[in-house]
């Protein structure tokens, strides 16, 4: 889920366990299943089925796997699924973006409704926390042992490239489309860096701090959302323990 430690959640993704990484699996699926009934099969022309197809493979998933979801959805009509965003707080005034794909919009808003109520949070409507983010893409680069900081900001400034941080990875901000996000990916890739991550992510401008019961109380929420695989993406603003 997004959080402003991006390198937290990338190191998060090898302690998954196997019911976990089926979980993610299905989630990224419908990703790239809306991609392909938005943009086609064709991932040279689809810059939102390559960013999925990225992100597929950034958690693992099996080639065979995204290719196989790939021709299965462009041979059926998956027009009923839409994108659907819910916005809300949580548990003292945490603010969350929950983001879901479905082909049951009723079913998708029971569940995320019934999530927040048992767990002291409250849906809004549409806008009523998102303004609180920023959207950006952003490509996250492993520093290796002769990474030079130097080429890499070059390489991202010909790339036009709206920012960049240096911190324990090399990090790359970009307009908040697929198009530039994919740009960078390839030029980066093609001049040996490895990507540990990227997409278009939305990013707080401010975190909220909670008690010890608090925490617990949101983080039951958070996976009580994560149940249905609806749900493909939860937002918040919740300050993370190590920064703490």
């Known amino acids: 889920m997004s959080g402003h430690s991006k390198w937290n959640n990338i190191k998060g993704r090898k302690e998954k366990s196997d019911a976990e990484r089926s979980k993610i699996f299905t989630k990224i699926g419908r990703e790239i299943m809306v991609a392909v009934k938005e943009g086609g099969a064709n991932i040279d022309s689809n810059s939102k089925l390559k960013m999925a197809?990225?992100?597929?493979?950034?958690?693992?998933?099996?080639?065979?796997?995204?290719?196989?979801?790939?021709?299965?959805?462009?041979?059926?009509?998956?027009?009923?699924?839409?994108?659907?965003?819910?916005?809300?707080?949580?548990?003292?005034?945490?603010?969350?973006?929950?983001?879901?794909?479905?082909?049951?919009?009723?079913?998708?808003?029971?569940?995320?409704?019934?999530?927040?109520?048992?767990?002291?949070?409250?849906?809004?409507?549409?806008g009523c926390v998102s303004y609180l983010f920023t959207s950006r893409g952003e490509i996250v680069i492993e520093k290796g042992e002769n990474f030079d900081s130097d080429k890499a900001i070059e390489l991202a400034i010909n790339l036009n490239a709206v920012d960049c941080i240096d911190e324990e990875v090399f990090t790359v901000i970009t307009e908040p489309n697929a198009s530039s996000v994919n740009e960078v990916v390839t030029a980066f890739e093609s001049e040996g860096y490895t990507i540990l991550s990227s997409g278009v992510e939305m990013v707080a401008s401010n975190y909220i701090k909670l008690s010890d019961s608090q925490r617990e109380t949101f983080n039951k929420m958070l996976d009580k959302l994560n149940e249905s695989d609806d749900v493909i993406d939860i937002i918040h603003n919740l300050e993370e323990e190590d920064d703490e």
Do not use: H, W
Not at 90 to 107: E, L, M
């Open 53 to 126: 197809i990225a992100k597929a493979r950034q958690y693992n998933m099996p080639n065979d796997r995204i290719n196989g979801i790939i021709k299965k959805n462009s041979e059926v009509d998956n027009s009923n699924f839409v994108e659907q965003t819910y916005e809300g707080y949580g548990v003292g005034g945490v603010a969350v973006v929950v983001k879901c794909f479905t082909d049951n919009k009723n079913r998708t808003s029971s569940d995320v409704k019934y999530a927040f109520d048992k767990y002291g949070g409250s849906l809004g409507s549409s």
